[in-house]
Nanobody, 120 residues
Framework: QVRLVESGGGLVQPGESLRLSCTVS????????MAWHRQAPGKERDLVAS???????GYADSVKGRFTISRDNAKKTVYLQMNSLKPEDTAVYYC??????????????WGQGTLVTVSP
C-alpha cells in the first residue's frame, strides 16, 4: 500500500520562500522519477519540476531560477524549494512519483496536494 504525502504549503507574501516535501510510504522496490505539478484555479494541472533517480532535474520556464527540486533517496523524499514567490505561483501543488512496487510492477502515484497561496 503505497502513499505519497506532501507538506510545507501555506500563506506567504510575494518575495518570500517555502519548502515543500513529499515522502513515499509503504513497501516499495524502487522509486524512479519524481516530480512536482501544480494546478491554479481555473487552469489545468501543469508540470513544475522533475528529477530522475540519478538526480537530473528539469523545470518549467515560469519557475526557472527561483525553484529548486531535490531528493533524498534514503528517505524516499522529494523537495521543492520555492524562492521569490509570486502571486501567480498560487496553486495546489501535487507530488508525483513512478514507483516499482515489485521488481516487475511499476505505477504512477499522486499525493493529495498541498496549497500554496502568495498574497500581500
Amino acid at each position: 500500500q503505497v502513499r505519497l504525502v506532501e507538506s510545507g504549503g501555506g500563506l506567504v507574501q510575494p518575495g518570500e520562500s517555502l519548502r515543500l516535501s513529499c515522502t513515499v510510504s509503504g513497501i516499495v522496490n524502487r522509486v524512479n522519477d519524481m516530480a512536482w505539478h501544480r494546478q491554479a484555479p481555473g487552469k489545468e494541472r501543469d508540470l513544475v519540476a522533475s528529477i530522475t533517480s540519478g538526480g537530473s532535474s528539469g523545470y518549467a520556464d515560469s519557475v526557472k531560477g527561483r525553484f529548486t527540486i531535490s531528493r533524498d533517496n534514503a528517505k524516499k523524499t522529494v523537495y521543492l524549494q520555492m524562492n521569490s514567490l509570486k502571486p501567480e505561483d498560487t496553486a495546489v501543488y501535487y507530488c508525483k512519483s513512478n514507483i516499482y512496487i515489485t521488481v516487475r510492477q511499476k505505477y504512477d502515484y499522486w499525493g493529495q496536494g498541498t496549497l500554496v497561496t502568495v498574497s500581500p
